[in-house]
């Protein structure tokens, strides 16, 4: 396994088009997390799935995100009517069922409305 | 809300020296776990070291330990013998315990290691 992978690594869109980033977490964990960062900023969480179930959203997720992890495995994050306040990096990340071990993370899509 | 702060936004160490990060953090809960990431340029964010709050020994992998003092709610970040390639930023982050997995991040220190 290679670890966490995001697609794409960096996207250039134009606002109000719609964009969807998928993520690949590592194959046995059940635990998957989406955070968002901007410049100079730590992480920010805006949700989490165990499985396919979506737990705990974030406020900062407005209505126009939405994110889904069909069959527990693979992740998708849409982003609709993308507005320029939503240029950051989207962070994925995994980790084992186990207690609170280690969130190992993907390199991060990097999105540009312009 | 749980709250992580780390007041440094910058700080240099000179290759082999040492240096020590800050963090502070705000929580009411008993149970919780704090983690030191680090994210190299252009890189994912790696784990760097790892607490449990009901563990009073302080953390140590190799030559990254912490001081944790449980009271103050600090949590700061010591880096002996400095290498090059700890240049990084280096975030702080906090996990609630229970079923709550969700990291709380602060807001980074960006290190510099001078040869």
């Known amino acids: 396994d290679t670890g966490v992978s995001q697609d794409p690594r960096h996207k250039i869109t134009k606002r109000g088009q719609n964009v969807t980033f998928r993520c690949d977490p590592i194959s046995e964990h059940n635990r998957l997390y989406w955070y968002r960062q901007t410049l100079g900023q730590g992480p920010e969480f805006l949700t989490y799935f165990q499985n396919e179930a979506q737990l705990e959203k974030s406020r900062l997720l407005s209505d126009r995100f939405s994110a889904e992890r069909p069959k527990g495995s693979f992740s998708t994050l849409e982003i609709q009517r993308t507005e320029q306040g939503d240029s950051a990096m989207y962070l994925c990340a995994s980790s084992s069922p186990v207690g609170h071990t280690e969130a190992f993370f993907g390199q991060g899509t990097r999105l540009t409305v312009v | ?115």
């Open chain 2, 1 to 115: 809300a749980q709250t992580v702060t780390q007041s440094q936004p910058e700080m240099s160490v000179q290759e082999a020296e040492t240096v020590t990060l800050s963090c502070t953090y705000d929580t009411s809960e008993s149970d919780y776990y704090l983690f030191w990431y680090k994210q190299p340029p252009s890189r994912q964010m790696i784990l760097v070291i790892r607490q449990e709050a009901y563990k009073q020994q302080n953390a140590t992998e190799n030559r990254f330990s912490v001081n944790f003092q449980k009271a103050a709610k600090s949590f700061s970040l010591k880096i002996s013998d400095s290498q090059l390639g700890d240049a990084a930023m280096y975030f702080c982050a906090y996990s609630a315990g229970g079923s709550n997995y969700k990291l709380t991040f602060g807001k980074g220190t960006l290190l510099t290691v001078n040869p």
